[in-house]
């Protein structure tokens, strides 16, 4: 059971460059949701998606895209990446439901913006 | 968005007992309250979740008053291993889940 992957676990981008990052599931989770990492910040939603078909903002949306075209899959666009990018990324999901249970998270995603 | 307030840091020493408590003044009827540990590098992993009174696991216990507007993550005879950074969530039905910065702890020898 491979749980949550993430990909790329490193990256390396210069300003204005665009990427996704990737997040799968296997355990068919409905909700599924995208942190970011910053020393001394603890981890910061950016966005979150309550089912296939839904996506919502979270504490930090701005500069970032989401879709969830699949229950499996949610993956996080930086259309015009920013230094402030520079963070560590974590996907996580959960099965949902009427008070969500464990969130199981990836190993996170590296990403610097030069 | 349900919002906790916890310390920022904590120390003890090795065997001592650890008690982490955090506040959520704006609980609703039907949300459960959730702690994860953190260890550098990685991402956060599920310790325990509770709705009221006490819940014990073989890592930890968490304790939960009548009001609910508080909850208290009891960690017995830690050791340097549990050197991490907890967080206290509420887990509102459908919403948002959100981790706040958490409580750094230093466990020393």
């Known amino acids: 059971n491979a749980g949550v992957t993430q990909t790329p676990k490193f990256q390396v981008l210069k300003t204005g460059q665009s990427m996704t990052l990737q997040c799968a599931q296997d355990m068919n989770h409905e909700y599924m949701s995208w942190y970011r990492q910053d020393p001394g910040m603890g981890l910061r939603l950016i966005h979150y998606?309550?089912?296939?078909?839904?996506?919502d903002q979270g504490e930090v949306p701005n500069g970032y895209n989401v879709s969830r075209s699949t229950t499996e899959d949610f993956p996080l666009r930086l259309l015009s990446a920013a230094p402030s990018q520079t963070s560590v990324y974590f996907c996580?999901?959960?099965?949902?439901?009427?008070?969500?249970?464990?969130?199981?998270f990836g190993e996170g995603s590296r990403l610097t913006v030069l | 968005l349900a919002k906790t307030t916890q310390p920022i840091s904590m120390d003890s020493y090795e065997g001592q007992e650890v008690n982490i408590t955090c506040s959520h003044n704006n609980i609703a009827t039907n949300d459960y309250i959730t702690w994860y540990q953190q260890f550098p590098s990685q991402g956060p992993r599920f310790i325990i979740q509770?709705?009221?009174t006490k819940v014990t696991n073989e890592v930890a216990s968490l304790f939960i008053p009548a009001d609910r507007k508080s909850s208290t993550l009891s960690l017995p005879r830690v050791s340097l291993s549990d050197t991490a950074v907890y967080y206290c969530?509420?887990?509102?039905?459908?919403?948002?889940?959100?981790f706040g910065k958490g409580t750094t702890l230093s466990v020393s020898s």
């Open positions: 969530l509420v887990n509102q039905a459908g919403t948002a889940l959100i």
């Open positions: 996580a999901s959960t099965k949902g439901g009427l008070h969500a249970g464990e969130l199981f």
């Open positions: 509770g709705y009221k």
């Open positions: 998606s309550v089912g296939a078909g839904i996506t």
